[in-house]
């Protein structure tokens, strides 16, 4: 079974540093799947649930993740996020309240280019709390 | 007498007030020191990975990459928000002026000695949002970052430097520059072999206008990084030299009281002495 080198880092550190069979995660395009021997591949991260695959065949690590770029070239790949949390390091009370914060701001009449932000945060929090619900069940 | 009473009072006050900043910072260091060493390998990946895009030849395509000709430059400037931290501050001015100086510029201060020091200039300030070095986080570097491409695209500048100060070790800091825009071949400081990505979805130029405000939005944040650690050590350091100078005045005064002191009472003992033998 073959597997490639994956580093996963954003601005608050390293998240993985090691093998991994299968990497997934939502491009600003759509949904793209990593495995091993892809060609040398670049593109923006959008925001979207993060599954890790570890061996193949296994239940996958999820994460929400959001922005950023990935890149795959022959020494490996390389996930830099400008925000990535494990499911498990979800606080889901921080996101339920700024999923409000965002509706609230959504709410208010404000210029085109703080509602596009409102917009994104609440994009953000809705997919960290369907991730956090999603690891519980 | 007294007056040297008074000036070891004083001398004293100072010698508390330094030794106490000398603590705040050593505290504060630890914590930014934590924040450098988390965030160190993703800038420096992120560099070296912005390096080999930049040399690849699928790049010409963005205008983030391309090399205009520079009317006007852009600098972001990071300096500390308060002083007494030896030369800190100074040396990332004179840095700024040994660069960049002639040129036509304009500045995005970070920390309000930055500001405060551009804006008596007259230079021309870009954004006075981000005055305080202590309180910027990963956010704001994004909204810098968005403001600043925008602004690159339209046209407002051709070239954006960040000059920070680079944490070599708790006693080097050294200030310095990186070019975050145009990302020509210039910027890789070692060869890079030719990485040719073949396959860019959805198109080179999309996802260049998407990784390009996130990556340098990255590197400004690790030059916030850096700084702030580098004030912090600085500041320890130069706090560190006030209160020993200041325990060796103090020291010198207290020689200088006592031996006053012993002079003051000889000379009594003698007056009363010379006063009682003509009796």
Not at chain 1, 19 to 46: C, K, N, W
Not at chain 2, 86 to 103: P, Q
Not at chain 2, 131 to 139: L, N, R, T
Not at chain 2, 178 to 199: G, T
């Amino acid at each position: 079974m073959s597997s490639f080198k994956l580093k996963i880092m954003s601005p608050d550190g390293i998240f993985y540093d090691g093998d991994a069979y299968q990497l997934s995660l939502r491009s600003v395009d759509g949904e793209v799947s990593i495995l091993a021997g892809h060609i040398p591949y670049l593109t923006a991260v959008g925001i979207g649930e993060c599954r890790l695959y570890e061996q193949s065949g296994e239940k996958p690590r999820r994460a929400a993740c959001c922005g950023g770029m990935l890149s795959v070239d022959d020494e490996g790949v390389l996930l830099a996020p400008t925000t990535f949390e494990w499911a498990k390091d979800i606080d889901i009370e921080r996101a339920k309240a700024a999923k409000t914060k965002a509706e609230q701001r959504l709410a208010e009449p404000t210029s085109s280019a703080k509602k596009g932000m409102a917009k994104l945060k609440l994009q953000r929090a809705n997919l960290r709390i369907s991730i956090a619900e999603k690891e519980k069940s | 007498m007294k007056e040297i009473n008074l000036r070891i009072k004083s001398i004293t006050g100072t010698k508390q007030i330094t030794k106490a900043m000398e603590l705040v910072a050593i505290s504060k260091l630890t914590k930014a020191m934590d924040r450098i060493t988390r965030c160190r390998p993703f800038y420096t990946e992120l560099y070296a990975q912005l390096c080999d895009i930049a040399a690849s030849s699928t790049a010409g395509e963005s205008h983030f990459f391309a090399k205009r000709e520079v009317k006007k430059t852009c600098l972001v400037v990071i300096a500390g928000d308060r002083g007494l931290a030896g030369g800190y501050n100074n040396n990332i001015f004179k840095y700024c002026d040994e660069n960049f100086g002639g040129k036509d510029v304009c500045v995005l201060p970070i920390g309000k000695r930055s500001l405060d020091h551009f804006e008596r200039r007259g230079y021309e300030i870009v954004s006075d949002d981000f005055a305080s070095v202590e309180d910027i986080d990963v956010g704001d570097t994004f909204e810098i970052s968005r403001m600043l491409t925008d602004m690159y695209s339209s046209g407002d500048f051709d070239e954006l430097y960040c000059v920070y100060t680079n944490f070599a070790s708790m006693l080097s800091q050294n200030p310095g520059s990186l070019k975050l825009l145009p990302l020509d071949e210039s910027i890789s400081s070692h060869k890079v072999e030719l990485k040719r990505f073949l396959l860019i979805e959805p198109s080179p130029e999309s996802v260049f206008d998407h990784i390009v405000p996130d990556g340098v939005a990255g590197l400004i944040w690790g030059a916030v990084c850096e700084s702030y650690a580098s004030e912090l050590a600085a500041r320890r350091v130069a706090m560190e030299s006030a209160t020993s100078n200041a325990e060796d005045i103090i020291a010198d005064l207290q020689l200088k009281y006592n031996k006053a002191r012993k002079s003051a009472i000889t000379q009594q003992i003698t007056e009363i002495v010379s006063g009682s033998q003509t009796e």
